[in-house]
């Protein structure tokens, strides 16, 4: 009897251990993904800065530096790191599908130095490129790689549930220190990486994108991405129409856009066809030229990932054309065609800024911050065909609590609409990573 129990005492003291093992390399992770997302946000910031220095300088240098550095990052990425192309979310779907394949490819160190290093070229040379869709990839990537921390016995007791988890974790919980939203973090995940809701009940997952948001805001503060929009208690009567007309329009120009990346024979000359395919750092170059002379010519508007932009015209302080948002498609298509490594969330917060800025000529009546939202969430939703995680990240992002419902209604409008012309981008460019093997 004495021997039983103190066998089973020494079974419980076993998995305990175990379990604590598990659960705080997830923290660690974290904690870690954490500290890489503030200082890779601060890396593209600074590199950000210094274009907007040597344009500031000099108006013409883009005309030169742009396209030079597009073949450069387009050689490196594809003689040292491919697999680190685009914004990583469909890496990182792809790899949840087939984590014990395509983890070892897509998931490694040195993709996640690729990424970094290549997106803060790109931002160097002005292209029209966000910060969160890499966080998200090296997230997932350096949580995949804490895998070799477990002992043997810990990982063949979880199997692949185990490396799936800490890809999905990592992923999530570098959206939330990205944008400083761990609400749109575990949206995420649920939403756009699995598509389902297996994952709902998952605290380890949940405590590490809180874990990767509590770093987040102990190294930058409790700052709102695009800061508090003022929004008064009235709401007008065409409300209605405007949450109709801005979903309709967003989702039109965000599946324009999906199309347009997933269908490039179908509209691409054959002479660039051919070249993307005999000599893709020419090709490069050429898309650098094109990024530099529309945004040498929209004064200087259309580089970079579009926030100060999308934060100048929520504030009121900025009015852009209704060109903008078109030039501004123009410029991400020209980005992400090389296969630069660069995200789309902020571009196409941006384009949804500029969209609702633009119909502001029409519903006048309304107040511009409340239109702005619209378009943003509108356009992100389209792009993404994930209308929870575009609306609760929006919310989030502008502290817009009182445009829940409108904010949520454009999504799932615009969404909608989207599918008529493409499916999710991310699930497609996915299934291009599995077609592959």
Not at 124 to 143: D, K, Y
Not at 315 to 333: C, D, N, Q, R, T
Not at 411 to 432: E, H
Request: net charge positive; with cysteine; aromatic share 10%.
């Amino acid at each position: 009897m004495f021997l039983s129990s103190l066998i089973d005492n020494r079974r419980t003291i076993l998995r305990r251990q175990r379990r604590w093992l598990y659960i705080g390399l997830f923290w660690l992770g974290a904690v870690v993904t954490g500290l890489v997302a503030v200082f890779y946000a601060r890396l593209i910031d600074f590199g950000y800065e210094t274009f907007l220095r040597m344009v500031a300088a000099h108006w013409w240098l883009p005309l030169f530096v742009t396209p030079a550095v597009a073949a450069l990052g387009v050689w490196i990425t594809r003689r040292w790191f491919p697999g680190s192309e685009g914004s990583g979310i469909p890496q990182v779907i792809a790899t949840l599908h087939d984590t014990r394949l395509l983890g070892p490819r897509l998931l490694t160190l040195r993709i996640l130095i690729g990424k970094t290093a290549v997106s803060f070229l790109a931002i160097l040379g002005g292209f029209t490129i966000g910060r969160e869709g890499p966080t998200i990839h090296v997230g997932a990537a350096l949580m995949y790689s804490l895998r070799r921390f477990y002992p043997a016995r810990l990982r063949s007791i979880y199997g692949v549930g185990l490396e799936h988890k800490l890809a999905l974790a990592g992923a999530a919980a570098g959206l939330s220190a990205a944008f400083n939203a761990p609400l749109a973090g575990v949206v995420f995940a649920i939403e756009e990486l699995t598509r389902s809701f297996e994952q709902r009940t998952s605290g380890v997952l949940i405590t590490a994108i809180i874990f990767a948001g509590v770093v987040s805001l102990a190294l930058q503060g409790n700052y709102v991405y695009f800061g508090t929009i003022a929004i008064d208690g009235h709401f007008p009567n065409l409300l209605v129409v405007a949450v109709m007309m801005v979903g309709i329009l967003a989702g039109v120009a965000g599946g324009a856009f999906c199309w347009l990346l997933l269908n490039t024979p179908r509209w691409m000359p054959a002479q660039l066809l051919s070249l993307r395919a005999n000599s893709p750092v020419l090709f490069g170059a050429a898309c650098g030229l094109f990024i530099a002379v529309i945004g040498v010519a929209s004064g200087g508007h259309l580089f970079g990932s579009g926030y100060a932009e999308a934060r100048s015209m929520l504030e009121g302080h900025e009015k852009f054309g209704a060109a903008y948002p078109l030039l501004k498609i123009a410029s991400m298509v020209g980005s992400y065609l090389p296969g630069t490594p660069g995200g789309l969330f902020a571009p196409s917060l941006a384009i949804g800024a500029g969209i609702g800025n633009a119909l502001h000529m029409i519903f006048g009546q309304m107040q511009l911050p409340m239109l702005i939202a619209l378009g943003m969430v509108g356009y992100l939703a389209a792009v993404t065909q994930s209308p929870i995680t575009a609306f609760v990240i929006v919310i989030e992002m502008i502290n817009g609590h009182a445009l829940v419902i409108s904010l949520m209604a454009t999504a799932l409008i615009s969404s909608q609409v989207s599918k008529f012309f493409a499916p999710p981008l991310y699930d497609a460019l996915a299934q291009r990573y599995l077609a592959k093997l």
